[in-house]
């Protein structure tokens, strides 16, 4: 089959059952409804790009499986060049969108991890998930799906395990197992691109022991399946969404979404772990580093828009983009940071028996702490070089800028270099949104916090190694053990 | 005249003429309309504490004038003991109130600062403004007024000098010298707290030169003075304002204004600079000194707030505050850093002539460095201790959270720790609203520039004289100096 | 008596018994000897000062008990304006010696300290300790005396309390009281300053339960006392002092020393605490607070020389130092944040009922994490200003550059700008030794490790309180409180 | 022939003719002089490895001309996979030795450069430089040479071009054209390992024009060639070699120094580049790209020690590591990152025709930035983990250590886990000399300065077509240009 276009996506979309939700009414059309066709726009973009002859490259691939043209974000991974590739589309997706899209993103990776893990469980233990995957996945490549991951559970108490939750529905969980599938409950939270997906990959929150067997689950499903109520979470100043004008100047959007299962039913060929705990700490691991090595650049090609997005605003402003060079240099050095210690993660990965590529976890986890904290300098220089307008989206509304009694003046002032007050305005509330309207989800927590990979990054440093170097340095024969513990 | 209570304050505002307009309308009633109501509330909270048994030594003082007890927001500062308690009401506002007050504020600091310079005037010039200033003062005492400072300009062309703008309107200015007064036209741009006062202190917005002389003007006027129209700017997530519910879920506000003078008249004894451009440089330092040295303490009253959010979040999550120490105390020392250089400035400043007491420019402008940089530190912590909830606000609404068809789901997965979820969802909301929903205004570039701040510190530091000091000590007795300029 | 002069303190050290060792052999004249002879002269330094017209205001004051004019190195400090005169007086003292003048420093801070706690001590015990310290106070005040202070103990094992130690001396200890006053065992180490000091000011190094109440001691004894011996430590490129030529470029210098007490007998009336622990707590407190408060200035000074010698080295090189604008503003910062922010702790101190002035100890604290911190910013810049030359002070030795064979050409190739190769060469140096030859001993853990602070910090932050505040702004009735340890 | 081994290297190097100088003093024989014996260790530590089982696939492989197995730092790197052992090699060379070694390094690098430079030339000119290096290439890999690079010229005043100072000589240069070879006059400064070396490859130190020509210059000579005098640079401590003891406890070492041509012949067979200006930037380009993307190892490896030895001394303090996981986890995140980052550069590179591999230049440059800033970082947290102790390396000497009448007792106040006062002490001194002592060079100005990388990562950025994406985002049709100079 053809690689689907734009048209045969919106389609696609239009014809599901509606289950979105949002200021507590039901959306009859993603694609048309304010609240939900930025986010569309944005996974749209996606697919013209692969139509698209000088960005086919980095969109499209062949399939290993067929030998088929496909989307990219449909492919296995079977190469640090192909992995490098994945980094590529995301920094590329965001100077497009400027924005995340989930939806190309997280279901590719659990199509990867799970094509491994899958692999090494049926080899262990006889079972036939991995032909299941591989079913899935001719479907997948075949209509270029876009399917979002589902990893993270409401958790409840944080200080409690999942059996111990006073409710036990706070993580995902399997209520029922028939001969045909599973039934499941419980809620998968703030997962990005849910409106403008048409399937969801659900995968574990977290590595489980052998009590919370019944949360280590891992699935597809339609995302308009019965039994799923998908509620859009709000995002600062998303009420702008739903307003005429261009106080939220952007076409394209992010959103993120609660999933709530109210016992869902997954056919069996569609289930690919229903309850092998012993496997889901694996499994994170190979999806935590994967994912925290690309991430980087998605926070590269945000970044980026924001060094052009202030640029351009200082010359709005009437001065030389020059004289903010070294906060440009910054910047810059920020998104490349991120960018090539991802890429660095990659390179420095394996290849997995099944075929697949798996990134390097200490240095993609040492990756997701720069994503959680370096676009947050970026961000605030952002702020320095646009000037006031921007620190706190301090205009008037565009009510006010276009009022038929002041909107004269509104404008008369806020013009400032050669470029129209429009153009100004414009350029204000796009480094607002990127900077203080929460316009971009994912960086710090998405995909896990950034102590959890502190966690990973000590865990993976072989210290005593490093002592025996430094002993070996310094002469010194004795051994230094750890204090035992005092009365 | 007794202390003001919050009544009179209010009913001072409803008598006031309304020509404060948001989202294209005119607001009939800034004490009760949504979009202002909030700030006003703020503003109240701050009369309200002079009247506070245990508040009222920082809230209230005696006038060095009359003798009387005052508002201390009204006050002389004749001491470092006093400028300090400037810093100390400021902190505890935010501690009240978790938002910039402008009217306590900027009013405040012009009234000392004209104070000082006028007195310079006349001395030099033989003028009366020093007069003046006093009258006007005995009337902001007995009153207890709110007025917020008004000193950014439109500017325009941010590489252009006022008198060289296409639009000479960009830089408010004087159309008209009468008998009695003055006729002045332009805007001044995101005045903090203007909804909630009721006179706005004009000030230059840098100093001039003598082509700008038609610039060089302060005066303070009604802030619903004929000809005067105030629009105020919208914030990020400012749609919530307007909302039933807890998405904003905060009494009290800030607001920022853009006032635009349709050639208002300034009646002469209202008038304290009007051409006399060489004190406009001296007006500037005096006034970002002080203003500088104690927008410390503002920053550090919020970052207070945000301290005790995030640690309470985290037991709603069910963590210990333990989990957290070291990132709170790193919070914690960025309130404190601001804060104490803040006072440190103060204790190095000097008594002018006048009796007021002027901080030390080279420290306040190095604290504003620091104001404009670890807030930010700050708030990214806060999100990393609350979660994913709290980092882009994800979470649904309102609306959703009391849905009839699934709040029930939306609560009984929000509920986390052993407080209800609405307490979790409110604390999630303060946060978003501290971090990212831009709740407050001008850390960064309210009052001025940081890299304004850093020429001054880079023009106040004596590098020759460090230089001499590292001669000395190095034994080095041949000049070293600049290299002239090669062909 | 009028204030002693540089050669009457010469003397005084000549005149002393030699028990000062380096490097195996015992130093016949501190004064001379090269290994002790700069920081002798960065001391006499000190002196003089008092009797330079311009810096006397600085150096000197008027004892508040005999109305004499002291050396203000052995005052009382009664007010903030007294303290604010410490953190001058060792701003300076950098800028005249470029080094650490600790027995101008840390006596007088113990004479301070121990004023106020004596005063608690007799009032609650009905002891005579005050009277004793006053009595001292006299004799150090009229002689001018240097003193170091002594607080640092050997403490053996880190993890277990000084009771516990195996060898019971890794805290200096009472180990005899007799009629006339006590026996003391055990050591001090890297004490500042020992080889230039007449006495010593003995504190105890950490606050103390009752079975540690052996430690509990704090006296003051002359620096040749029997029984002491002292052993100087060596610091990087120490060799270089006992070498001819300008490989060591500096006059001046640091020494820090270890102080070993083989039961030395300390007669009654120098005895100021001899097992009084629970006071041990408040007297760390305390001397903290003033300690941490002004080292700010400190590192200031040092930072001023490192301002200075990077700016004339950029333009040894050919450059003007304008290159380096934004570099040499972040050092001029990070000078004034350690200044400003410990004159802020001054100011929002307090005055205890002896008439001291105590600073405030959590802003004091918090200081000390910032004086471990930015002075290694600051290094780093300087090296990065002055080039490859100064990074590893890589440069051919002394010897080299003046080799009759081969000296002519290191010199031709060592010069750069329009200055000569030796002044290129001084000034290398001298940041070299600034940065990384270990010239300033004690910004890290110096008084204290930033861990120590940090935890003060966070104790001393009102956590529940910040909530609180939290809660009222978030409209939260419920209370949060700490979860509780779950099975 | 076999690959060489450490007696052989050792032979070859006496057998050289002295002329290498320290402290005024020829060196007679570089292996066992104490002031090169320890540089010599270190580089034979990179020949012992090639024979460790272990560590063979790292430090050998096959030549891509003749096949045979040869000595890895001999090698054309023609893949990512060949770059990135040679960022393992670094790695593991710290970890060795903890000290540069120049000479297993830069020769290598100049090798590769030189390698793909000059095919460009000879295809663009119909020179014959690539046979030469062709030729050279078989001697270096056949012998295993150890080669330094000399890049960085005395240059003179930084605000001149050589063709403009005052002396040609600050930058060395082509005195005379003989048919058989070239007559060279200058110096090369800083160059590190040349003590250890056999060979030295001479590159340009930056882009040339035209009338710079005589500059641009490229050959390999050996280290002992006639003319050439070698003055190795002191260091911080650099006396501690000379002495008994275990003040400096590392037999390993690194050493930089000053080369001074006095009309050094080169044989025509060994000039790969003689005026070619053209070539020099593309030149400095290439090398500095490899260069910079695989220096991020070295200092990481340099990072990995710091990380061991101060978890040993933490344990030998008496504490668990424990206690500092903190500040260890960001240790160790630093030295991923530089690692990290540059292993990306590399898998972002590109294949010159001629065969060898390219760096990415945007990324390795930007690794340089942080190879400048992240160690300074990693040596504070050691030096705060470490304790007083290392922080100035505040011990008494080795003599003081062992002294008759009183080493007891300085060991037993030394002392203090369970481990020797011995091993304590030889650790302390050991992150002295990794922090404060200057044990390794190079990293932030070695290869360039970070200002230079600065320059580099902001005219690499395509910050127009970044501009483009924020106007397309943001709806903005209007051209927005760098605003016209004004009057």
Request: charged share 25%; aromatic share 6%.
């Amino acid at each position: 089959m053809a690689l689907r276009k734009r048209e045969q996506y919106i389609d696609s979309l239009k014809n599901m059952r509606p289950n979105v939700y949002k200021f507590g009414r039901l959306i009859e059309d993603v694609t048309t409804h304010p609240a939900t066709r930025r986010v569309v726009e944005s996974h749209a973009r996606g697919i013209d790009a692969a139509h698209d002859e000088k960005l086919s490259p980095v969109f499209t691939t062949v399939s290993s499986q067929t030998g088929d043209k496909i989307h990219r974000h449909t492919s296995l991974m079977t190469s640090p060049e192909e992995m490098i590739l994945n980094s590529k589309l995301k920094r590329k997706m965001y100077h497009l969108t400027g924005s995340c899209t989930g939806a190309l993103c997280v279901g590719w990776n659990g199509f990867n991890v799970m094509w491994s893990i899958t692999k090494d469980m049926d080899q262990d233990l006889g079972t036939d998930y991995h032909a299941r995957v591989k079913k899935w996945g001719l479907h997948y490549q075949e209509k270029g799906l876009l399917v979002v991951g589902a990893l993270t559970d409401a958790k409840g108490d944080r200080s409690l395990k999942p059996h111990q939750q006073p409710d036990l529905d706070s993580n995902l969980r399997i209520v029922e197992r028939t001969n045909d599938g599973l039934v499941i409950r419980g809620a998968k939270l703030m997962i990005a691109g849910t409106a403008a997906s048409e399937e969801i990959f659900v995968l574990p929150g977290m590595g489980y022991r052998e009590e919370d067997q019944a949360f280590a689950l891992a699935c597809v499903i339609p995302r308009d399946t019965e039994g799923l109520t998908i509620i859009e979470a709000r995002r600062p100043s998303d009420g702008r969404d739903l307003e005429e004008g261009f106080d939220n100047p952007v076409e394209t959007g992010t959103s993120q979404a609660y999933l709530l299962f109210d016992d869902v039913f997954v056919p069996k060929d569609r289930v690919f772990m229903a309850g092998e705990y012993k496997y889901t700490g694996e499994l994170i691991t190979r999806f935590t580093a994967t994912y925290r090595a690309c991430i980087g650049a998605c926070v590269a090609g945000q970044g980026d828009i924001m060094v052009g997005a202030a640029a351009l605003l200082a010359r709005a402003n009437g001065l030389s983009v020059k004289t903010f060079r070294d906060k440009l240099t910054v910047m810059e050095l920020n998104n490349e940071t991120t960018y090539a210690m991802g890429i660095g993660s990659i390179a420095l990965g394996q290849k997995h028996p099944s075929g697949t590529w798996l990134a390097d976890s200490l240095t993609a986890h040492g990756n997701k702490i720069h994503v959680a904290t370096l676009p947050y300098e970026t961000k605030r220089r952002a702020q320095e070089i646009g000037g006031g307008i921007v620190e706190t989206g301090c205009m008037p509304s565009y009510e006010d800028f276009t009022s038929p009694e002041y909107g004269h003046l509104v404008q008369k002032y806020l013009k400032a270099g050669s470029v129209s007050a429009e153009t100004r305005a414009r350029l204000a509330r796009l480094i607002e949104g990127l900077t203080i309207g929460g316009g971009v989800p994912g960086c710090m927590h998405g995909g896990g916090s950034p102590d959890g990979a502190r966690m990973v990054v000590y865990g993976l440093s072989p210290l005593e190694e490093y002592g025996k170097y430094a002993r070996n340095l310094a002469g010194i024969e004795e051994e230094i053990e750890e204090p035992s513990p005092k009365k």
